[in-house]
């Protein structure tokens, strides 16, 4: 009596009896099987059959709240459940119908125009959805105003797909953009999910993703924020990453290979003003539109009929030895975070940090984050530690022009954080672009030193350049 007294809860019950049975005798239920368990392939049959023709209808439905009540019923006692017990209050009732409402949105449904999905399959993906231990998030990183020249070809061009590791560069047009991001399913969760790609066809992109546990139902939705915990609240990394991990690495790199020598301007190789990203797990919530306005564009034609194309202005040539550069130093950075935590690290965290940030800032807080990546990257905690830190410098990139660059940047920095300097004083390109590359020029000979010296701990490393 205590199973019928548990069903009795729910006011939509497991729409057979044979499948009722299959539950009660757990013959069917409870296995991690590929396979959906009967009661809810017949709950999904049903909701086809009832041939809703809106999302607000099928939602409201009694075949919905079936499906609804018996996932309730059966995937709490199921091992590696995503649910792990059986809603009991309004807030973890709505976990469960937002994710169930999210799912459909991604893997259409009936009530979708031009939805090919049966409801075998959908049931499938629906079992799978709730034991799946593991998900992908998915991040895109547009590059505003950067282009990409084939240098084997003549004439020289565009570079449609680069590769280094788990990245990819990729130029990408409406058609791809859209079916990458899922395009037609975003344009179910509203007008604010609907993704610009005629706006976004034809820039630059950086692609990358990670692997997340999946976790609870209602770690993707907004109802996540219900679950935050007290000693959380009111605190902030003091470190906070201006982009997802994946994304800082992959620029981190790309910047160190992306260096210009010339120095003929305010130069960036490209921004990157937002990341969007998102998951593949069907009970996620979908991400709320990028900005499009936020890319740069140039006008093309004649002044009867301009038409605006992405800006690609800041064009580099890339061949064979620039691309095994890019996979060469990927591969290094790998090897050398995979000594995070341990005795052996020989990169600072915040030497990435910083160098990436830079991207980010203009003017004088470029400066000031560039100078700030020096430091992460070979000063140590002992007396006259600047002084040691620049001979270091010096010694790495054996260069003196290049130590001068940075001691230009230290006394810009200095008057800028004592307020030594004159508020209406100007920074130039000059010094600008110079001061960056004497870091960029810094960071990469380290990353080779840690190649040569892999032995050395990071202290011992920073030791050797003092002798």
Same mark, same amino acid.
């Given at each position: 009596?205590?199973?019928?007294?548990?069903? @009795?809860?729910?006011?939509?019950?497991?729409?057979?009896?044979?499948?009722?049975?299959?539950?009660?005798?757990?013959?069917?239920?409870?296995?991690?099987?590929?396979?959906?368990?009967?009661?809810?392939?017949?709950?999904?049959?049903?909701?086809?059959?009832?041939?809703?023709?809106?999302?607000?209808?099928?939602?409201?439905?009694?075949?919905?709240?079936?499906?609804?009540?018996?996932?309730?019923?059966?995937?709490?006692?199921?091992?590696?459940?995503?649910?792990?017990?059986?809603?009991?209050?309004?807030?973890?009732?709505?976990?469960?119908?937002?994710?169930?409402?999210?799912?459909?949105?991604?893997?259409?449904?009936?009530?979708?125009?031009?939805?090919?999905?049966? @409801?075998?399959?959908?049931?499938?993906?629906?079992?799978?959805?709730?034991?799946?231990?593991?998900?992908?998030?998915?991040?895109? @990183?547009?590059?505003?105003?950067?282009?990409?020249?084939?240098?084997?070809?003549?004439?020289?061009?565009?570079?449609?797909?680069?590769?280094?590791?788990?990245?990819?560069?990729?130029?990408?047009?409406?058609?791809?953009?859209?079916?990458?991001?899922?395009?037609?399913?975003?344009?179910?969760?509203?007008?604010?999910?609907?993704?610009?790609?005629?706006?976004?066809?034809?820039?630059?992109?950086?692609?990358?993703?990670?692997?997340?546990?999946?976790?609870?139902?209602?770690?993707?939705?907004?109802?996540?924020?219900?679950?935050?915990?007290?000693?959380?609240?009111?605190?902030?990394?003091?470190?906070?990453?201006?982009?997802?991990?994946?994304?800082?690495?992959?620029?981190?790199?790309?910047?160190?290979?992306?260096?210009?020598?010339?120095?003929?301007?305010?130069?960036?190789?490209?921004?990157?003003?937002?990341?969007?990203?998102?998951?593949?797990?069907?009970?996620?919530?979908?991400?709320?539109?990028?900005?499009?306005?936020?890319?740069?564009?140039?006008?093309?034609?004649?002044?009867?009929?301009?038409?605006?194309?992405?800006?690609?202005?800041?064009?580099?040539?890339?061949?064979?030895?620039?691309?095994?550069?890019?996979?060469?130093?990927?591969?290094?950075?790998?090897?050398?975070? @995979?000594?995070?935590?341990?005795?052996?690290?020989?990169?600072?965290?915040?030497?990435?940090?910083?160098?990436?940030?830079?991207?980010?800032?203009?003017?004088?807080?470029?400066?000031?984050?560039?100078?700030?990546?020096?430091?992460?990257?070979?000063?140590?905690?002992?007396?006259?530690?600047?002084?040691?830190?620049?001979?270091?410098?010096?010694?790495?990139?054996?260069?003196?022009?290049?130590?001068?660059?940075?001691?230009?940047?230290?006394?810009?920095?200095?008057?800028?954080?004592?307020?030594?300097?004159?508020?209406?004083?100007?920074?130039?390109?000059?010094?600008?672009?110079?001061?960056?590359?004497?870091?960029?020029?810094?960071?990469?000979?380290?990353?080779?030193?840690?190649?040569?010296?892999?032995?050395?701990?990071?202290?011992?490393?920073?030791?050797?350049?003092?002798?």
């Amino acid at each position: 009596m205590g199973a019928a007294t548990c069903i @009795a809860d729910w006011p939509f019950l497991i729409s057979s009896e044979s499948a009722m049975m299959a539950w009660l005798e757990g013959t069917t239920l409870g296995k991690e099987t590929e396979e959906a368990p009967e009661a809810i392939r017949l709950a999904v049959a049903d909701l086809w059959r009832a041939a809703c023709r809106t999302e607000e209808e099928a939602y409201s439905s009694a075949a919905f709240r079936l499906l609804e009540s018996n996932c309730a019923l059966i995937y709490p006692d199921m091992s590696g459940s995503r649910l792990s017990k059986r809603p009991s209050g309004d807030s973890s009732r709505k976990e469960l119908r937002t994710a169930l409402e999210n799912f459909f949105r991604w893997n259409e449904a009936p009530w979708h125009s031009g939805s090919l999905q049966t @409801a075998d399959d959908t049931a499938r993906k629906l079992h799978r959805a709730f034991l799946v231990e593991e998900v992908t998030r998915f991040h895109y @990183a547009p590059l505003d105003r950067l282009d990409l020249d084939d240098s084997s070809q003549r004439p020289h061009q565009s570079v449609e797909n680069v590769r280094f590791g788990t990245n990819e560069i990729a130029l990408l047009r409406r058609g791809e953009l859209g079916r990458r991001v899922r395009h037609d399913a975003l344009k179910r969760f509203g007008r604010w999910q609907q993704f610009p790609v005629e706006r976004l066809d034809g820039f630059y992109w950086l692609v990358t993703s990670e692997s997340e546990p999946a976790g609870a139902l209602w770690e993707r939705t907004w109802l996540g924020v219900l679950h935050k915990r007290w000693d959380e609240i009111g605190k902030v990394p003091v470190f906070e990453p201006t982009f997802p991990s994946p994304v800082e690495d992959a620029l981190f790199v790309l910047l160190l290979c992306l260096s210009k020598e010339s120095i003929d301007g305010s130069w960036e190789p490209f921004d990157v003003p937002w990341v969007y990203s998102f998951s593949d797990d069907p009970f996620a919530d979908a991400p709320r539109a990028p900005d499009a306005a936020a890319m740069t564009w140039t006008l093309i034609g004649h002044p009867d009929e301009e038409i605006e194309v992405p800006d690609r202005s800041e064009s580099f040539e890339l061949g064979r030895q620039q691309l095994d550069t890019l996979e060469q130093r990927w591969r290094l950075l790998q090897k050398v975070l @995979a000594k995070r935590g341990t005795e052996r690290a020989i990169l600072h965290p915040l030497t990435k940090h910083f160098f990436v940030k830079a991207l980010s800032e203009e003017g004088i807080d470029e400066i000031v984050v560039n100078i700030s990546c020096i430091e992460a990257t070979l000063m140590l905690r002992e007396h006259r530690g600047r002084e040691k830190m620049k001979r270091r410098y010096r010694r790495l990139v054996d260069d003196d022009n290049e130590a001068d660059w940075l001691e230009r940047g230290y006394t810009l920095r200095d008057e800028y954080l004592h307020s030594l300097g004159h508020p209406n004083g100007t920074i130039s390109w000059d010094d600008l672009g110079h001061i960056r590359l004497s870091v960029a020029k810094a960071v990469e000979r380290y990353l080779d030193l840690i190649d040569e010296k892999a032995e050395l701990n990071r202290e011992e490393l920073l030791r050797s350049l003092e002798t």
